[in-house]
């Protein structure tokens, strides 16, 4: 059972009200009823407070006089909304355990407390650090390297040569480490490059369902501490990204580019080949990166959704801008040439 | 084998011809043998029908004078075509058996005629239904729980606390119920979010090989029945999805937006986060919606495809545009100006 | 042990230098060490030979005179490159053995060599060509068949009746095979299509991680020899790609297009249904691609990405662009008219 007192202590927050009141669970102002927690992330949803039903809220002290329940007083209230769904955890705690059906190479190392799922495979030479969760069905390529108290959920492939660092999170169906996509032209056909780097991943780094990060051409691919990525991103062979950066889902990085710092790019964003992006750079969703950005702020491209009636006729116009450029321009001259002769003092 | 008379019947049509025909496969007008039967499913492919070697075809009876030979007349042909390849089914049939490799914790409830498939694993408390295959190396969370006569094919990974219902095909290696995307910044760091919601799938939906449904971060990401979704579909935390609502493939829905009923987006749409789309509404290919879309209808953004070189000059123009909009508003206030000053009465 | 004159006798390319240099490992121009091999595909990356420290280079004969150092001459330096990468194959190698923990059926014929891993599954009726790799975890359907020398990495799903050829690479979780996005309307609901076609895959094809290629409706999906693609790609049903092919990333090929020969898609390219695309024809990033296109050249859609603040100020012009179209043309005929009556003879 967890009291409200409880979590106050926990994060370490001013308490109004009862410190004995049974809290079961987080839920949405809207949502949350006389036993669960609640938040005000923004001062936009303090209206919301007057009909909450919720047993407690962690809100500013700024607003504190907008809800007359209990509540727990914070500076970042969304930050501490965070912490506090810790304290509800209900993800299947790992067994700790090497279940039998798994395949341990016997020159493969693993730390204490490691968990490996049913019909994991760890291949020849990889290591496995403490507390570590490898899912079922997860295969470890070998001379692979998995950090500490790492989670790694089912059907993730590590190919050979991959290093994970600790506290990171690999979802389902993740694939790191297959082959950049790299050819030459032949004869009549392509010529692959074998692709001998490897990935290098950082310390709590989040990777996706089902995204996917390939292994550098000759160096490595990289990914530094704090990269979070979501479900179904590609990431090239030789890209690096920066401390922090944060990117949506079905993004795509080309090859050998470079990401900075803090940056972050909505969902299904493309990034060229060979590109350079800056700290702080944010791109908007669908945003078609074919040039590096050095300077921070926030950047888009596309077109807004429209009734496709409107969109075809302005559609069939783009088609045509420069040609309209060219005779905005000849109006222009004809216009003051126009105006000279009429006006000719 | 299998007969016209024997179509006819299963489909309950009007069958003009001879019903011993026999029937060995459905194909194409232009590529359909005189074992096979065909279709008509628009009045723009009856000119198809005068070369086609077909052994008998679906039509409309308005659409019977074109075609000498044997048909089934039906109102809907399209409509009987797909419930003609039930037919035809060529699946591997399901063993209705329990394979003695697959894992199945004793506090799981399977119903009568489940087939699991090899190295598949159902962690405690999950409950499969009846007559529903589990795939090889399928992977059912804790506490998840799949209807009766729904099909997971190889590789799917559902995370605990997920439902699924009844009737619904999951394609190899989709991911349901992956964390959300859901991090608060903190010091020099990302926070995660713990996701502590789950997934709901309704009956008769299908998704798509690779398509990720995301766990909701409180609540729960949802699916109404007879959602179909194709692959590499990504749908974050939250989301809603109204009935029969249809999504091509590589498109992403991000968290909290609420989809209507009887909607279709195409291929590779993008939606930002806490929208709402309302019912029947249409979203062409590559759609870029970041507002929300109350009216009924068929919306586009984007520009067409071009020449590179003909793109490059128009792309350069759109760079310019708000300022050639100023160009064209003063050329019309100075021309109004000049028209006034040389008829000034 | 590796000397520069094995690797130039391998390479069949003129030495020039000490043969008898051990060289363990290749590195772009800037990294590599005294006892690494270089290369420079392009003449604008001659002004770094002067900085670098590799032991040895390949260079076009043209170029030699830049680099004082050992090299091997090659009049397609890129491509001599890519045939080098292969004398340093760090790919673990093939056991050629079966895995006891693996599933064959007994119906199921393998050529010589062939390995197959740990909880792989074979079904039915399956083949696999001599020297084919299966790798741990990888579902091979009833009935389908796999040529000699192909790799498939873990977790790659072949559903039944799927044929591929010889000497392919299938990177970790693609999916060959799955159901094509087909459903007829219905009474209140979709009613599936059942695909009945398949998937053929030619010989020298390299198909991406979690790349997801669906089986025809009728007739099958099909990928001509040498066609590479890469990761997260889709391609629906009955699409048909010619030889040599090569398309990047996140791109999607929707039902029944055909692409021709020699053609590159860039990243995140999406190609609408029942299109033809020629031969000789390549799409840039995120284009858009709606209409068929009969002529060689290069293609793009989208606009560049810019500063969020000048983007929004465009992108809300684009919206009127038909009509100040409309404004442009009657500008032209008042000012046509208006110079008409100041100059009226």
Chains 1, 2, 3 share one sequence.
């Not at 690096?240 to 972050?264: L, Q």
Request: hydrophobic share 40%; proline share 4%; glycine share 12%.
């Amino acid at each position: 059972m967890t009291t409200l007192g409880d979590i106050a202590s926990a994060l370490a927050l001013e308490l109004r009200g009862d410190p004995a009141l049974e809290i079961v669970g987080i839920a949405p102002l809207e949502q949350a009823v006389s036993n669960e927690l609640s938040f005000v992330s923004q001062s936009k949803y303090l209206p919301q407070l007057s009909d909450s039903q919720a047993g407690a809220v962690i809100l500013h002290p700024d607003w504190a006089s907008s809800w007359s329940g209990a509540c727990l007083l914070s500076d970042r209230p969304y930050l501490h909304y965070a912490r506090a769904t810790h304290l509800f955890d209900n993800r299947p705690v790992p067994t700790g355990t090497i279940h039998p059906t798994s395949l341990v190479h016997e020159s493969a190392t693993l730390g204490t407390g490691v968990t490996v799922g049913p019909y994991a495979v760890i291949e020849a030479g990889a290591s496995i650090g403490s507390d570590t969760l490898v899912g079922a069905g997860v295969h470890i390529g070998a001379g692979s390297s998995v950090g500490e108290g790492t989670r790694i959920y089912p059907g993730v492939v590590l190919y050979h040569g991959v290093t994970i660092g600790d506290a990171c999170i690999l979802h389902a169906n993740a694939v790191i480490g297959a082959d950049g996509f790299g050819f030459a032209p032949g004869e009549a056909r392509w010529e692959k490059i074998l692709q001998l780097g490897g990935v290098i991943i950082g310390n709590h780094v989040e990777i996706g369902a089902s995204t996917t990060i390939d292994r550098g051409a000759l160096g490595n691919t990289v990914l530094e501490d704090h990269v979070i990525l979501d479900n179904q991103i590609h990431i090239a062979h030789n890209v690096r990204i920066g401390e922090r950066t944060g990117i949506a889902a079905c993004s795509g990085i080309a090859g050998s580019t470079t990401i900075g710092r803090d940056c972050t790019l909505a969902g299904m964003v493309g990034v060229s080949d060979h590109l350079t992006i800056g700290d702080n750079v944010h791109i908007n969703g669908q945003g078609r990166v074919t040039r590096s950005i050095a300077e921070p702020g926030v950047y888009a491209s596309g077109t807004p959704i429209q009734p496709h009636r409107d969109w075809s006729k302005n559609a069939v116009r783009f088609e045509q801008l420069a040609q309209m450029a060219k005779r905005v321009a000849q109006l222009e001259k004809k216009l003051a040439s126009l105006m000279e002769s009429t006006n000719p003092d």
